[in-house]
């Protein structure tokens, strides 16, 4: 596995690929089996495989939750080239935004609900760097998990709309044996936290908006809402202490 940290040494790196199928797998880092299920499929699925590990300031509200990101680098070094990555681009925010960036993609309506209301901007900075990133590597496909539901629907829109010559593959929802999807920011959850954060899936798992709403009762909840979304799921959105967490489970369909 390369780990490149400018956009001109991945290109580089691609140049020779261009005639043979490459994918695109976009994160944030502190990898969990989530991600590595993400760079699996894509390894099965394409000759060269590109994941970015890119902590975007522009997808985040608040600069605490942007300061207080987990980030390990040299672990997740060894966790991606263990799942056979070839190439780790980690670049710099100034590789990515240099002064005078100025260009942004808004996804209008579908970016300004849900996680929209409490996270003004986030699918701004969402499909900002993705566009960023499918324009520099031109994959076939790129991954994402069925976990952050509303932001496949975005992307799927910004395919759509931008006319956009790649396939979305959507991946089922990684958990812990006790329920909990695994995020990045499950590890700032105290043992006492990380018990009460248990009953989001399980108010999920009724798959009834009211029922969780009332299993959620004893939780900071930002919203429980039926989102119509393609699959459709129920999907809530919960403070535990600081560390802000989602989920959803699918209604219809077969993606999970
Ligand atoms: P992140 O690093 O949190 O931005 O996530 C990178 C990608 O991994 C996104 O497409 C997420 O939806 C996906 N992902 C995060 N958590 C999980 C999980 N528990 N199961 C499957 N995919 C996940």
């Known amino acids: 596995m390369r780990l490149v940290r400018t956009i001109a040494e991945l290109r580089e790196a691609l140049e020779p690929h261009r005639r043979e199928t490459i994918a695109l797998v976009p994160t944030m880092g502190a990898f969990h089996e989530g991600h590595v299920s993400l760079f699996r499929a894509a390894r099965a699925e394409a000759d060269v495989v590109v994941v970015s590990l890119f902590v975007n300031p522009a997808q985040f509200a608040e600069d605490a939750d942007l300061n207080g990101y987990p980030r ?3 672990r997740d070094v060894a966790i991606a080239e263990a799942a056979g990555v070839d190439l780790l ?3 710099a925010p100034e590789e990515m935004y240099p002064p005078g960036f100025q260009t942004w993609v808004d996804v209008e309506e579908l970016g300004s609900r849900l996680e929209g209301v409490h996270r ?3 699918f701004r900075g969402v499909a900002t760097v993705c ?8 994959p076939q496909r790129a991954y994402f998990g069925q976990k952050d539901a509303q932001q496949v629907a975005v992307l799927r829109r910004m395919i759509l709309d931008l006319e956009l010559e790649l396939e979305l593959r959507v991946l089922p929802t990684v958990r812990d044996g006790d329920g909990l999807a ?3 920011r499950n590890a700032r959850l105290s043992p006492e936290e990380r018990e009460r954060a248990r009953s989001l899936p399980r108010a999920l798992s009724t798959k009834d908006a009211q029922r969780a709403r009332e299993l959620l009762g004893d939780l900071d909840v930002d919203y429980v809402e039926v ?3 393609e699959p459709r799921v129920l999907t809530a959105a919960v403070r535990v202490g600081d560390t802000r967490l989602i989920d959803n489970v699918i209604l219809e369909g077969d993606t999970e």
């Open 120 to 122: 003004p901007g986030h």
């Open 182 to 184: 695994l995020s990045s």
């Open 131 to 138: 566009l960023k990133l499918i324009n520099i590597v031109r």
């Open 227 to 229: 989102a119509d979304f």
């Open 89 to 91: 681009f980690a670049p």
């Open 72 to 74: 390990d680098e040299a």
